[in-house]
Structures are given as C-alpha cells and as structure tokens.
C-alpha cells in the first residue's frame, strides 16, 4: 500500500482515508477472488453443457443407470457440504483470535474435502471395474472429466487448507490475517456450490 | 538469476528463500520488476516482435499465392504458416499488445500509482512470453508447427496422433499453448477490472474515466468471461487427442459442433476484445488533435457496454454454413445486425468530434482517421454477413479474409499505430519523428488497400480461404499478384516504423510532460513518468481533468487559457525527482517517502513451470511433471509469503 507523507498545507482527512480506501469497499484480494470465481463458473459451465448435450444420446453402455451409486455419493457429497460449515466456524474463530479453534476447524475442513475426494476416487475405481472409462463412450468422456475437473479443483483446495493450518501452527495466521482464511474459504464455499449443481444435474435428475 | 541465496530462514517471523530483488535499472531490473509502466513496456516490445514474425509468415503465404500453382511452398507448410500467422496476430500480438497500452495508460489515467497487484502483473507478462515460446518450440520440437487453423476446427484437430489427418504435435502444441496463454489473460483481465473499480483517484468517477480506460474495462470483462470457455473446449480437444475420449469424435457419437459452438463463444467476445481498445485509442486521439472534447461522452461508453454484452449473443454468425436450422439462424441474424448498431453509433460520434474542430493532422490523427475509414470498410462486409443467403455464399471465399482484415488490421492495428504515435512521448520523453510517420502512414494505408481490398473480389470470384495453390485460368492471377505487392508495401511501412522507433529514441525531439496539449491525467506526468506516477495522488473534479486545469471559457463559449501560475504545471517539476531509478522500497529522499512495491523473482519463477508442465502433457513426459510442478509450487509459495513492499 502507496503512502505518502504529507505535503504541509494539503488537505489533511483527504490523505488520511488513503491507505484502506478502495473504489468499491472490498478489498482488492477479495475482489480479484470473486472475479476469479465468476470466470470459473465459465469453465465449469462449458463442461456440464457439454455433459448435458451428450445425456442421453445413444451409445454403447455403461450408461448413468448401470454405474452410479447414489446413496454412497449422497454420502460422500453430504460431508463436502458439511466442510463449508466448518469452515465458516474456522473464519469465525481467527476473527475471534481463538487459534486454537482456528487450526481445529481448518484442519477438519481439510479432512472432510479429502474424505470426499476418497469417495470420489472409490468411486472412478468402482465405474472403471464396471466398464466405464474414459473413452468407452460418451457418458465416460463428459463424467470424468468434468467430475475430475472438480475434484482437482478440491485437492488445490485442500493443499490451500493445509498450507494455511501450517502458517496458523507457527502462529505466523493472526486475527489481523483473517481475510486470508475468508477468501480461501470463498473459493471453498464455491467448489461446495459448483458440486451442488453437478450432483443434481449430473447424478439426480433422471434423464 | 544472479543472486540465488543460500536458502536463509530469516529470524523470527521472516521467512524467506531467495534474497530480495532491489534493483530497478540494469539489464536484470528487466526480469523482476514489477512497475506497470515497465511491464507495459516488455508487453509491447514482445507483442511487436511476433507482430513481425506473424508478418513474415504472412509474407511467405502472400509469396505462395503470387501466382498460380506456386512452389514456395509445401501443402503443409502452408498449413502450419496460416495457423501459426492466426495465431500469433490474434494472441501473441492483438491482445497482447493492447494489453500494453492498458498495462501503461490504466493507473496513469485513473491516478493511480500501479496496478492492484504488480507482481501478478508480472506474471501475466512472463506467462504471456513462455506461451508464446511454448507454441513457436514446435517448430523445432513438434513433428510440426501447429496446423488446423487458428480456430482449431475438430475433429481435424482432435483426432489422435497417428489415427489424424494432421501429422506431428502441432495440435497439442496449439491446445496447451493456448491454456497457458488463457492463464496468462485472465491474471491480466483480473488485475485491471480490481484496479478502474478499486483504485481511482478521489473524484475520479466512472463517468469522468478516459474511454480508452472504459474500454479496456470492457476488455476485460470479456476476457475472464470468454478465457474459461476456450479454455474448456482446449481441455477437451487436449483429452480427445491424448486420452481417447470422445467429445468431438463423430465415430463415437461426439459432435464436433459442440466444438464450434465452444469455440466461438469464446471467438465472438475475443472480436471484441481485440476491437474495443483500438475504439478506445481512437476516442483519447481524436479529441486532442480536434481540439474538441468527444462528442458524446456517455454515448461512447455506453455503446462499448452494450456492444461487450450483445458479443455474446452473435456467435452463431460464424456457423450459418453449418445448417442449425431457420429460427436459430434467424435470431443469431437478428443479433448480428443489431450489433452494428452501437459500433455505428460510435463512428457517428468520431466524426461528430471531429467535426469543425481545429484538426491538426499530426500521424497520431492520421491513423485515427483511418481507423474510422477502414473500420467502417470493415463494418459494412460484416454486416453482409447477417444476411443468411450472402453468408453462406461467401463462408469459407476469400471475402471473410477481407473483412475480417478490415476490422482487425483496419481497425486494431491502425488503432495501435496510432496510439504509438499518441504515447510515445510519454513512454520516452520524445516525440517520433513526424516525417517517418507520415510515411509510415501512407504506406501503410496504401499498402493495406492494396493487399485486402481484392479480396473482397477474389472472394465473391469463389476463390476459397486456405488452399495452398489456385490454378491459371480462373481469373484469380492478377488480383493475387496486386495482394502480394501490397504485402510488401505494409512491410516496408512497418520496416519504417521500427526505423522511426531506434531513431527518434536517441535523437527524436525532446516532449514535455503534456506535448499535445491534451485531456487526461497521464499528461499532468513528467516524461517518462517517475516510478511512483504521481508524487501526489491527483484530486479529480472534472471529465477531462487536465484539459479543465489548463482552460476556462468565456463568456462566447471559446477556450481560454487560464494563465500559468493559477494552475500547478505539473509537468513542470524538476527532472531529477526521482526519475524511477531509485530502489523500491525505503525512503527516496525526495521528500515523498513512496513506498512502492519491491521487484520479485516468484512471478518470472510460477511462469517458467508452466511450459515445462506444457511440454509433460505435449510428450506425456511425466518425469518433467514433479520438474514443472515444483518449480511452479516453489515460485507460488515463495510469492505467498514474501510481502509485496520490503518494509
């Protein structure tokens, strides 16, 4: 952040609002995250469009029927919602300047996300032994790799988690870093939504 | 790299792995600054080298189209130059370049004193150059260059090595250069929205921000939104080439205009996003040579936004030949022409500013009035393909070849050339030599005319895009043999601008901080302007600001000077205040205390991971996987951690 001493004789409130002053009020990490997250819903976008173009077109099987377990997925897609909430409770916690708590619930958000990323590759494991891969037919294609995307989008969340955990054990994650974990936490609470939508329109809507 | 430290865990909550960066000048300086100004610089200096290479390769096309049945050229090197020539003018050198003006001009003209985040700034630049490079090592390292068109249709593009009609790893050069280039814009696309909406100077509204500042918002916007899709499509294309998958492949039930529709949703923004900030260059030129403020200001922006969301909405127009039925082809139709609306809004608004004003024909103007010209040119073909029936006749002829010319090179790069002539005195302290402009100018229009003209005949005589050779007898010799010879001519003109640029450098005559007399708050700097922009944050109170600290009317409504002495001059202060060559950080001794930023390695370092990840997915190397994957970790946590200003 620019600051300036300043000059005698100016207007001296004027220079005074200068250093947290930003044009919309949220602060610029906050806001290049939300406009990468807006541009991430596009990328996302492209590849359920392009899995929804496909359903149903007649192919070879394995089709969605034939595979999916939705119990087990409503399971594992349950504890990744469940992560949002802790991480709320981790956010909470800096602001509170109870570190203590902070690392709980960072580290509890890290696992809940590895859990579901567990289920997920059970899961690719269970479809390949009954046939699907990725270039059996289209429904392997548009499945895997939009629901791979996500799920690498979990693991960079994830590492992002425990990265943080390490910098809150070493004390070096303050109440005054608090933004730092509310903006990881906003990538979270997205990867969480965009999940929302492919488990519905990918797993639950019947075609 | 000169000063990798012993890997040092400072005491006591300073962590850090490579010794802080502190130089501004010097060779070096160049590879970890972090001044926008700098980085601007870099981009355009990068940009106008493959601006050259893309020439030449359109050189050597234009030389195999001389005459029938020519020989310069195998089929397949003709594939790779038109594809690599694409390529390059759309992302190596359009965007990029505008990219330049934007990395220069934003914080000047909103009075700011860098962008929001300089050393992701940083990183776009370096992403940007090893993309680039990525692409260009195919030529040596592919098999073969990349060769499907810049468009990349599938399933050409997206059938397997050794099953496809496309020989080498062009493809996957193509495809995974151009992710790496989509990263690069979107870091850069971030950077600038956060900077107009966060760091204004006080008073600067939305509605007294210079247009060319509108519209690389505008650009922007369109990039993060239009970057994400390609970036998709890529992955696909990428999966179906490498993994087997079946997307685009119509053996397997894949549908390769899911492709197409991918692609020019992405496509038909990029059009935008590579037309807008000409438009905006044209609208800060036009004014200070007419000597009137531009006619319309609300209108001009608002035309911008209107025509960065209706782009959406025209994709289909690329498609008309690909038989999607009458009432999807209708309404893309409908939108198309719709479209034209607002861009002729703007043109009226041009010719509106420079209407009776007191027009000084220096080269800046010239080229911004050939903007308009040839711009318009450009409109009008593109209009022609709203109606159904002519586009489908003229798909895939030669007459898309010169319309799009008209816009992009009519309208882009005459938007550019302009704005080197507008700028150049800031970037440099001197002006470009007037005479070599003129040439370069007349040339250049000469020049143009001369080779895409034709083409709009050669296209409606049916003589299709991308064939390597014609044969004698269809009427088609001596129109190609004018376009070849007109070629040459931008090439000499460009020859001339680069002479231009090395002459007037060292010995061009010397410019004040405001040699046009103009409008916006880059003028009110020395130039070239300090590190630090501005020693004090400017106070806004007016559209125009500068122009409104200099004049006042009177009672008839005429200009009148204000006398110097009522108003700060600013660019009157003395040179040797600070002049950007002193460190960063610390005190300048200059009175200020201006903390700015610290230079960095983490930006080059993230940025050199990326084509060596490239090269893993091109090779399915994976041993070059952890190479990649721990340079890339190691200059993102490094980053993470080093604070952005040594205190």
Sequence with gaps: ????????????????????????????????????????????????????????????????????????????????????????????????????RLRIWLLATALFGATFIGGQIFEFTEFYRQGLTLDKNLFGSSFFVLTGLHGAHVTAGIIWLLSLWGLATQGRLTSRDSERVEIAGLYWHFVDVVWIVIFTVVYLIPK | MTTVSDTVQAPARRLRVLRRP?????????????????????????????????????????????????????????????????????????????VAF????????????????????????WGFLMGGLFIYSSFFIGGSAPNGGWFGYTPLTSTPLGRGFLPGHG???????????????????????????????????????PVFTWMMTVTAFLTLFAMPIITAALIMVYFDRNFGTNFFQPANGGDPLLYQHLFWLFGHPEVYILILPGMGIVSEILPVFSRKPLFGYPVVVFSGIAIGFIGWGVWVHHMFATGLGPVAISAFALSTMIIAVPTGVKIFNWLATVWRGAVQLRTAMLFALGFIAMFTLGGLSGVLHSVVPADTQQTDTYFVVAHFHYVLFGGLVFGIFGGFYYWFPKLYGRFLDERLGKVNFWTMLIGFNLTFFPMHFLGLLGMPRRTYRYDTGLGWDFLNQLETVGAFVIAFSVLVFIVNVFVSRRR??????????????????????PMYNFAE?????????????????????????????????????????????????????DGHGIHMPSPSYFPLILALGLPILGYAAVFHALWLVPIGGLIAAFGLYAWAIEPQTEP
């Design chain 1, 1 to 100: 952040m620019d600051q300036v001493a300043i000059p005698p004789g100016h207007d001296v409130a004027e220079h005074r609002h200068e250093e947290p002053r930003t044009g919309t009020g949220v602060s610029n990490t906050k806001l290049a995250m939300w406009l990468f997250l807006s541009s991430d819903c596009l990328f996302f976008g492209a590849f359920i469009s392009a899995y929804l173009f496909y359903r149903g077109r007649p192919q070879p099987g394995p089709h969605p029927a034939d595979v999916y377990n939705i119990p087990f997925t409503s399971v594992t897609s349950f504890i990744l919602l469940m992560s949002s909430l802790t991480m709320v409770l981790a956010l909470a916690a800096i602001i509170r300047g109870d570190y203590r």
């Design chain 2, 22 to 98: 502190q130089a501004t000048t010097g060779f070096w300086s160049w590879f970890t600054t972090i001044d926008h100004k700098k980085i601007g610089i870099m981009y355009g200096t990068t940009a106008l080298a493959f601006f050259v290479i893309g020439g030449v390769e359109a050189l050597l096309l234009r030389l195999q189209l001389a005459g029938p049945n020519g020989t310069l050229l195998t089929a397949a090197q003709y594939n790779e130059l038109f594809t690599m020539h694409g390529t390059t003018m759309i992302f190596l050198m359009g965007m990029p370049l505008a």
């Design chain 2, 102 to 125: 934007g990395n220069y001009l934003i914080p000047l003209q909103i009075g700011a004193r860098d962008v929001a985040f300089p050393r992701l700034n940083a990183f776009g630049y």
């Design chain 2, 171 to 209: 493809p996957d050069f193509w495809a995974v250069g151009l992710i790496i280039l989509g990263i690069a814009s979107t870091t850069t696309a971030i950077n600038f929205v956060v900077t107009v909406l966060n760091l204004r100077a006080p008073g600067m509204t939305f509605m007294r921000m």
């Design chain 2, 508 to 529: 061009g005559r010397l410019a004040g901080g405001d040699p046009w007399d103009a409008r916006t708050l880059e003028w009110t700097t020395p130039s070239p302007p």
């Design chain 2, 537 to 589: 944050i400017p106070h806004v109170e007016a559209r125009d600001d500068l122009w409104h600290r200099k004049y006042t009317e009177d009672e008839a409504g005429h200009a009148v000077r204000i006398p110097s002495g009522a108003a700060v001059a600013v660019e009157e202060r003395p040179a040797g205040d600070g002049g950007g060559d002193e460190p960063g950080g610390g005190d300048h001794g």
